[in-house]
């Protein structure tokens, strides 16, 4: 049993401070039952945290503070994703602070999903899941939804060329290729914003 612990710690010191997982992301090596007792024994000894219902997480600390900083909810999020197999994705004030455009950090994190509506209490945030249509939620790069949902959220009238210039140094230059095909069926006017992103430097 230590044996098994000390693996699944290994594997969470692997992935660094922030990280939250849950028993799926350690099946295929390791009996359930093992796993469920490595994960209570960890979180008893407070090397590991339980941050809601079958889900952990290594806790962020500050040094200032002297104490373990909240959970990353985008952690969590796909954390929760793995384990029910579900394809998930920013939206409104969620994708806008993950993207750097607000510094606010939302009460309510909205992502859409391909698996059932459900909420989370973490702490005094909540973890939203809303069932959406595949053409919000189905792009095949992380950075197309982001985009998508960044743009949609902040609406045209607020988009300049300051925003503009935030996301292309945000998207690395590799990814703008693959992101411009990934979001061709996105709404007119989102598109043509991410072309604007995506576009080749000009001489």
Not at 42 to 59: E, M, Q
Not at 123 to 134: C, D, N
Request: net charge positive; proline share 3%; hydrophobic share 45%.
């Amino acid at each position: 049993m230590q044996a098994i612990e000390q693996k699944i710690l290994s594997r969470v010191y692997g992935r660094g401070r922030g990280w939250a997982f849950t028993k799926i992301d350690f099946v295929a090596d390791f009996g359930e039952v093992n796993i469920h007792q490595a994960l209570s024994t960890l979180a008893r000894a407070g090397t590991i945290r339980r941050v809601c219902h079958g889900v952990y997480d290594y806790p962020r600390f500050s040094e200032l503070l002297g104490q373990a900083l909240s959970p990353d909810v985008d952690q969590v999020a796909q954390a929760l994703a793995r384990k029910f197999n579900w394809r998930i994705q920013p939206s409104g004030d969620a994708a806008l602070n993950l993207m750097g455009l607000s510094t606010q950090v939302p009460a309510r994190w909205v992502y859409l999903s391909d698996g059932p509506g459900r909420e989370y209490a973490l702490g005094t945030v909540t973890l939203a899941f809303r069932k959406a249509a595949l053409k919000d939620a189905g792009f095949t790069y992380r950075e197309s939804g982001l985009l998508v949902q960044a743009l949609k959220a902040l609406g045209r009238e607020r988009i300049d060329a300051a925003v503009i210039a935030h996301l292309r140094a945000w998207l690395p230059a590799k990814q703008r290729g693959p992101v411009l095909r990934d979001t061709r069926a996105t709404t007119g006017w989102i598109y043509q914003f991410i072309k604007q992103v995506c576009a080749e430097e000009q001489d």
